[in-house]
């Protein structure tokens, strides 16, 4: 556990001095954004490629020339990563990453490499747990399980030396009926 640990400060200071741009929260079964943007506001599609990859190595998502592509993409974001096409001229090539999983955690880095010079940013992204589906499936139930128990055992609590009373009651009288009987 404290192993663990140190090695994710480590491999964090490591992330934080090579180029640590952006770091988001998303939840699971939701959406994020993953930003990417060029400064140079002059740019000619035909010249861009842009290349977002998933700790490291698994291909999400390029724009070759200017044109996406899915050519390659790891079959893990297929139909769940979204581009803005729109936004390319303006420099923005942020991607959407749809209906998150744990799995999804970890380091994004898009590349831009223009004809002249070229360009990285870093998206750490952590996933937690949706709050809101857990509230909807587990806890509620859950409470008015418990609830309805709780109510339970109160009957159970208060009828029981009730009828043990009663019953009590009922043998003295009875007794008390067959003594005084005779006389
Ligand atoms: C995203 O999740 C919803 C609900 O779980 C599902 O209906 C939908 O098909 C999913 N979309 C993709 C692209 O996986
Ligand atoms: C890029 O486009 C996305 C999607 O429209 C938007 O959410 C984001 O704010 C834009 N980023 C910039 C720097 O304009
Ligand atoms: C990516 O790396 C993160 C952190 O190391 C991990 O939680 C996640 O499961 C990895 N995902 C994939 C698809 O490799
Ligand atoms: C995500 O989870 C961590 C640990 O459970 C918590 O500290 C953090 O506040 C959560 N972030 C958001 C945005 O809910
Ligand atoms: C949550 O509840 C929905 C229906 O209310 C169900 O379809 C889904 O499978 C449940 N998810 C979990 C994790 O139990």
Redesign the pocket.
């Given at each position: 556990m404290i192993i663990g640990w140190c090695f994710i400060c480590i491999f964090a200071v490591v992330i934080n001095e090579v180029s640590l741009d952006v770091t988001l929260v998303g939840f699971t079964g939701s959406s994020v954004?993953l930003?990417c943007?060029s400064t140079e506001y002059d740019l000619e599609l035909q010249d861009i490629n842009v290349f977002w990859r998933h700790n490291g190595s698994e291909t999400i998502y390029d724009l070759i020339s200017g044109k996406d592509s899915v050519a390659g993409q790891n079959p893990r974001y297929k139909n769940r990563a979204q581009t803005?096409p729109d936004?390319y001229l303006?420099g923005?090539f942020?991607i959407k990453l749809i209906n998150l999983t744990h799995a999804d955690a970890g380091e994004f880095v898009c590349l831009i490499i223009h004809s002249s010079d070229s360009k990285q940013e870093t998206v750490l992204l952590f996933i937690n747990e949706s709050t809101v589906e857990k509230r909807k499936n587990s806890t509620e139930p859950a409470e008015t399980e418990s609830d309805q128990r709780n109510v339970l055992l109160i009957c159970v609590c208060i009828l029981v030396p009730v009828i043990i009373f009663l019953s009590i009651a009922c043998f003295m009288i009875h007794c008390r009926k067959r003594t005084s009987a005779p006389l």
């Amino acid at each position: 556990m404290i192993i663990g640990w140190c090695f994710i400060c480590i491999f964090a200071v490591v992330i934080n001095e090579v180029s640590l741009d952006v770091t988001l929260v998303g939840f699971t079964g939701s959406s994020v954004v993953l930003p990417c943007s060029s400064t140079e506001y002059d740019l000619e599609l035909q010249d861009i490629n842009v290349f977002w990859r998933h700790n490291g190595s698994e291909t999400i998502y390029d724009l070759i020339s200017g044109k996406d592509s899915v050519a390659g993409q790891n079959p893990r974001y297929k139909n769940r990563a979204q581009t803005f096409p729109d936004e390319y001229l303006r420099g923005n090539f942020s991607i959407k990453l749809i209906n998150l999983t744990h799995a999804d955690a970890g380091e994004f880095v898009c590349l831009i490499i223009h004809s002249s010079d070229s360009k990285q940013e870093t998206v750490l992204l952590f996933i937690n747990e949706s709050t809101v589906e857990k509230r909807k499936n587990s806890t509620e139930p859950a409470e008015t399980e418990s609830d309805q128990r709780n109510v339970l055992l109160i009957c159970v609590c208060i009828l029981v030396p009730v009828i043990i009373f009663l019953s009590i009651a009922c043998f003295m009288i009875h007794c008390r009926k067959r003594t005084s009987a005779p006389l």
